[in-house]
């Protein structure tokens, strides 16, 4: 049996409001079809294994992920190695922006982060987006959600992951249509919690490219993962019918 | 004047059906210091209540013991607890020289509110609950919760009444008291914990040092609705609302803040006599007659009210209906739930059925039917033969209120 090894990072503190759920969707998702997965932590003052598939990085708040910060530049090298070597990243919100090249807090002050992903955030932006939203990914895949950050994102001219609408009059004024960033087969995206469980076929995109690394590819779907998919359909379907919107 | 023109208000709004807030908006229109100054001459002065969970109940059970020693008590607990509410909820109280009649106040705050009420009112206590991971898309972060509690406490002119349980809560006691304010604790005995599933689910962000606070009241045993809470000198037998550890928690809290508002008057027979004859609290964990049959409700607020609440059920339910709505805005807590409680949902319902469903999923618990319109879901469920047990319903607060009123129980919140 094929074995994926996931490495959830940090997650005793990096694991805000369900965003481990993450680990969990590809987790199942992977074992219904077949393949065994491993998950290994990497908890503070830990050296990251070398022998890993994909990589997870859940959010937490803006203090939480200051403190984060300087032992995941610590790591920053294997994480970027990882990433030369085509190893996928999904970070979350805060995960997402401490993967990112640089960011400047809420009170202004700027630091360099991982670089993994190309991304640069500022947090304590003067609006902050809150709420269901619901969109198009990249490739025009339906995409849904909840947000709620006040972060601004400068892509460095790499391609959103998603453009979404939000609830009429929801969206308050300097906040970016666009949300998170792909980079290679890597995600980052500020659609909060268990993001794969409502947009599984993210979680599939993931799976499939740290098997394609190895030679192999995604097994079939059953009918778990089928049953899955048409719940997770249904639910963004009533995300946009609460939003009023129309694909 | 203000007061005649919100009780005129509060009329209307009482033949028009309901809207508690309406005579708050009008008074504090009209006279903005209006709840400051009703209060302000109180001789036993006003406690002022708030937290992530269990703020009602514990600003119930204080209210309640108050009244068992002979205070006529002052609550909000017919309005809110934002501002307008708990202008609208004290005024019955209120004679026309603005000036509340009554010894003492009680009031739940909205932890959001909290600092505007503090710089209002000025309360000469406060009690802090808890800080749990609540409505993080009201909140956002739980620091920043802890900041406006923090803010309340600085505005409370006597002693902040703390759990002890609560480290983030320890947190604040030494900065409160290093800007000179007293601290008074209550908690949990370490054993009693120890024995609870999820201890008491405090939100784990705690960042400085946190202080050495003497408990006034201590949970030193606790199974199912009986709880033994030690005060000095004495332990007392008390019936909780409720099976929970929370309820306990509450009740020590409640009998902290009595014992500091009453002092040489405290008397711990009457608080014993006082827990033996309280009601359930509105909607959180009693049996409700549904349809000719038995249903016992839960709350599923936020993960710790979840979480506490399923540990609480004594058994793995053969019958469960899950409900629901967007009054949940951002269900994504629950991938965080211990959900060993549960084997299966007979029904899911209500308007989030489907995103709840994919959790269910991926937690490998089967759901047997997904019915998203709640009225339809609900009878379907109470149409299942019996279990083995009574039929429980997990519901959020808006499908709690909805199910309460389809099935006849037409009582504001206590």
Aim: charged share 20%; glycine share 12%; aromatic share 6%.
């Amino acid at each position: 049996m094929t074995r994926l090894t996931i490495l959830r990072v940090l997650p005793e503190e990096l694991g805000f409001n369900g965003s481990s759920g993450n680990v969990t969707v590809l987790e199942r998702r992977a074992a219904w079809r077949g393949v065994d997965v491993r998950i290994v932590d990497l908890p503070r003052g830990a050296t990251p294994p070398g022998d890993v598939d994909l990589v997870v990085v859940g959010s937490g708040q803006e203090a939480t992920a200051r403190r984060a910060l300087p032992e995941l530049l610590g790591h920053a090298q294997a994480l970027r190695a990882l990433a030369a070597a085509g190893v996928p990243f999904l970070g979350i919100a805060a995960g997402w922006h401490l993967l990112g090249r640089r960011i400047e807090w809420s009170d202004g002050v700027a630091e360099e982060a991982v670089g993994v992903l190309p991304t640069a955030a500022v947090f304590g932006a003067d609006w902050r987006a809150v709420g269901e939203v619901h969109g198009a990914a990249y490739d025009g895949r339906e995409v849904a959600g909840f947000e709620n950050h006040a972060t601004r994102v400068e892509r460095g001219g790499r391609g959103a992951l998603a453009t979404l609408g939000r609830e009429p009059g929801g969206a308050p004024e300097g906040t970016d249509a666009a949300d998170g960033v792909l980079a290679g087969a890597s995600i980052g995206t500020n659609l909060n919690g268990p993001f794969l469980a409502l947009n599984p076929s993210f979680a599939d995109d993931l799976l499939q490219a740290a098997l394609v690394r190895r030679g192999e590819a995604l097994p079939a779907a059953d009918e778990r993962v089928r049953r899955a998919d048409e719940h997770a359909a249904r639910a963004r379907a009533a995300i946009a019918g609460r939003l009023g919107a129309t694909r | 004047m203000p007061v005649l023109a919100a009780r005129a208000a509060r009329a209307l709004a009482r033949l028009r059906g309901g809207g508690s807030a309406i005579p708050g908006r009008v008074l504090l229109a009209l006279a903005p210091d209006f709840t400051r100054h009703a209060l302000e001459r109180l001789p036993y002065g006003v406690v002022a209540v708030t937290g992530s969970n269990g703020k009602t109940t514990t600003t119930h059970m204080l209210a309640m013991l108050l009244t068992a020693h002979g205070l006529q008590v002052v609550t909000n607990s017919a309005g809110g607890n934002m501002p307008q509410g708990v202008a609208a909820g004290i005024l019955p109280w209120v004679g026309v020289d603005g000036r509340s009649r009554g010894d003492v106040a009680v009031l739940e705050f909205d932890e959001g509110w909290a600092p505007q009420l503090g710089r209002t009112i000025e309360p000469t206590r406060s009690l802090f609950v808890n800080i749990q991971l609540d409505q993080v898309n009201r909140y956002f972060e739980p620091d920043r919760v802890y900041r406006m509690l923090r803010s309340l406490g600085e505005a409370t002119t006597g002693p902040v009444v703390v759990n002890t349980a609560d480290p983030n809560l320890l947190e604040m006691a030494a900065e409160l008291e290093d800007a000179g304010h007293a601290v008074v604790g209550f908690g949990v005995d370490p054993a009693v914990l120890r024995d609870a599933a999820h201890g008491v689910a405090a939100v784990d962000r705690v960042r400085g040092r946190l202080a050495t606070v003497a408990d006034a009241a201590t949970v030193v045993a606790w199974r199912g609705q009986e709880a033994t809470i030690r005060v000095p000198g004495r332990d007392l037998d008390v019936r909780l609302p409720a099976r929970g550890l929370h309820y306990a928690v509450d009740a020590a809290g409640a009998i902290a803040a009595a014992a500091s508002v009453l002092g040489d008057r405290f008397d711990p027979l009457a608080v014993e006599r006082a827990f033996a004859s309280l009601a359930p609290v509105y909607g959180r964990g009693d049996t409700i007659e549904a349809a000719g049959q038995r249903l016992e409700t839960l709350m599923m607020k936020n993960l710790p009210s979840m979480q506490l609440n399923l540990d609480a059920l004594d058994r793995v339910p053969s019958r469960l209906f899950i409900g629901v709505d967007e009054g949940t805005p951002d269900p994504s807590w629950l991938f965080d739930l211990d959900a060993s409680g549960i084997d299966h949902v007979d029904v899911l319902s209500g308007s989030k059925a489907w995103h709840l469903a994919t959790w269910l999923d991926y937690a490998g618990i089967p759901v047997h039917e997904i019915i998203e319109d709640f009225d339809a879901g609900i009878e379907r469920f109470l149409e299942l033969p019996a279990g083995d047990d009574t039929k429980v319903a997990l519901v959020n607060y808006e499908i709690m209120f909805e199910l309460r009123r389809k099935y006849g129980y037409l009582e504001i919140e206590a």
